[in-house]
């Protein structure tokens, strides 16, 4: 019987090990405010008196969780480290195992064609190397048994550490008992019930946190002047509000999936945005229900290229094909009425590869029209329905059209490639399976697009790039704009995130086509890296010696959503 990898994921659980430290640090810093707070002694009122006695009571309180989480933090990065090296001793054990098993087979064939051919041949060299292979087979079956027990053990080991300090902290309140219960349930499923206990415990505590800092910002106030004191009550209702409305709760989520505080924040507020004018979202969405109108097509002219590409060649030529599908290619439909504000284009380059099969790259608009209830159907409400509605987007539904315009059949190969509302519509249809099952998608390749929450199945390989702080910029905003109550997918195994800093002539919010362009063409030309080796991978057979591209422009229609 083969020997199976032995399963977790040791960087995501050293993750949320880090998060959890770095949590009791936080918590450190609030206890600290609080104290001060309760050993300020120069304002004298029985209101602020006991907001001063309350602060230090639930600092303490406070204090006895502190422990919780470094203890846990820590526990959770040695069992990662554990996991880890148990899995590389499985991983060599594995293949000691099957090296040992093939040459047992090969030593017992020849042992039998021997005594086949002659009765009365003398064995005994052929035994003694069978009786090698059975021992190597024996000690690598036993080197994976202690890799196994290595992973339990240092799981047995987290989860007593974890329970300990459960069990000893003097924190009565009832839902610590809850924690704790739950959590002795489901020692077998370290990973999962770390991550439900800690995610528990840390919205109790940031709520209690957040109202505690809102009643310092409203005690400051008081001893403030009447200018500052307006903006720390305003700063105090909104981080009331904010825990109020589940904003918190969706920070905490977004932070325990990604370690990204800013997707933290950014998943909060809108959470809280959406809470508080739900409508918004709902009337954004509607704008965009409908089927799309085709409006023209434009046959580009043949192009030929130089082959092999370098990976930052293969992977600009993607980006700068989804700018140019922006721009309409300079508008090159302007005589007919048809431009970037009014309308929306989408491009199909068919390519024969090296294989002689022929494939198809598509490239998808981004946002171009930012304001709702537009001509074209990459607009504000595309932004909306593609990120919170149920229903197609016009944007998605003209893919489909375009790529069964362009001749694309069922069972053809294809690429999807965009950059921001690009991106995500790509990464939505290659979650769709209607669409997945009749389009072979061999890929997707983005940039800057919020696709972290959408549920790709694993099958196909995703690229995803992201601006982040440096080079005077700050981080791209707009790829932690996922949907504050959707799931996390991120870590998927056909993931490929790439988190690098903008271009140094890039804007200051670094949310830009052009600059997309420089930073996937310096990360492909950098030999060994993750975007060189996917794409050395994946986008070769996408280029051919000579290419021939179609547009096809749509613009808003009002009618019903069309059925998938």
């Not at 924190?171 to 077998?188: H, R």
Request: no cysteine; net charge negative.
């Amino acid at each position: 019987m083969a020997l199976e990898q032995i399963d977790g994921q040791p960087h995501v659980v050293e993750g949320h090990g880090e998060t959890y430290v770095n949590t009791a640090a936080a918590i450190e810093d609030a206890i600290t405010m609080l104290r001060r707070i309760r050993d300020e002694d120069t304002t004298i009122s029985k209101a602020i008196d006991r907001v001063r006695d309350e602060s230090g009571r639930v600092s303490e309180e406070i204090a006895k969780a502190t422990e919780r989480y470094s203890v846990t933090g820590v526990a959770l990065v040695d069992y990662a480290d554990e996991l880890q090296a148990a899995q590389l001793a499985a991983d060599d054990a594995i293949e000691s195992y099957a090296a040992a098993e093939t040459s047992l087979a090969g030593a017992e064939q020849a042992r039998d064609s021997a005594k086949s051919g002659d009765s009365d041949a003398d064995l005994s060299g052929y035994d003694s190397q069978i009786a090698v292979y059975q021992q190597a087979k024996s000690d690598a079956r036993a080197g994976w048994d202690a890799a196994l027990q290595r992973k339990n053990t240092a799981a047995d080991a987290a989860a007593a550490k974890i329970n300990e300090i459960i069990s000893d902290a003097d924190i009565n309140d009832s839902w610590w008992d809850d924690v704790k219960g739950f959590f002795s349930e489901a020692l077998a499923w370290i990973g999962d019930a770390l991550q439900a206990v800690l995610e528990f415990l840390a919205k109790v505590v940031v709520a209690i946190a957040a109202i505690l800092a809102g009643v310092a910002l409203l005690v400051a106030a008081v001893l403030a002047g009447p200018f500052v004191a307006v903006l720390l009550v305003v700063a105090g209702i909104g981080l009331i509000t904010w825990v109020l409305t589940g904003g918190s709760n969706s920070f905490l989520e977004t932070l325990f999936n990604t370690g990204d505080l800013g997707a933290a924040f950014t998943a909060g507020v809108l959470k809280t945005i959406d809470a508080m004018f739900p409508g918004i979202v709902d009337w954004l969405v509607a704008t965009d229900l409908g089927t799309p109108e085709f409006q023209r097509h434009h046959e580009h002219p043949d192009f030929m290229r130089d082959l092999p590409m370098s990976s930052g060649d293969m992977l600009a030529a993607l980006q700068q094909g989804n700018v140019d599908v922006d721009g309409q290619y300079g508008d090159v439909l302007s005589e007919f009425g048809l431009d970037g504000s009014n309308s929306s284009m989408i491009t199909i380059t068919e390519v024969v590869g090296p294989d002689g099969e022929v494939r198809y790259r598509v490239n998808i608009p981004s946002t171009q029209q930012w304001m709702p209830n537009g001509d074209g159907i990459n607009d504000i409400g595309s932004d909306a329905n593609a990120k919170f509605g149920t229903e197609q987007t016009q944007l998605e539904q003209a893919v489909i059209d375009a790529m069964q315009r362009a001749g694309i059949e069922p069972g053809d190969s294809v690429l999807l490639t965009g950059w921001s509302l690009g991106g995500i519509t790509a990464a939505n249809l290659a979650a769709d399976s209607d669409f997945t099952s009749t389009y072979s998608v061999d890929g997707i390749v983005v940039s800057g697009s919020p696709i972290d929450d959408v549920n790709i199945d694993t099958s196909i390989p995703v690229l995803s790039f992201e601006h982040v702080g440096g080079n005077g910029s700050m981080s791209d905003p707009v790829p932690w704009l996922e949907n504050p109550d959707g799931d996390y997918f991120g870590d998927d195994p056909n993931r490929t995130n790439i988190q690098v800093e903008p271009p140094s002539d890039a804007p200051f919010v670094p949310h830009s086509g052009d600059a997309y362009t420089k930073s996937v063409q310096d990360q492909g030309d950098t030999g060994g890296s993750q975007a060189d080796v996917w794409s050395e991978q994946h986008l070769p057979d996408y280029f051919s010696d000579e290419e021939s591209s179609d547009s096809y422009v749509y613009r808003r229609g009002d009618s019903e959503p069309a059925i998938n």
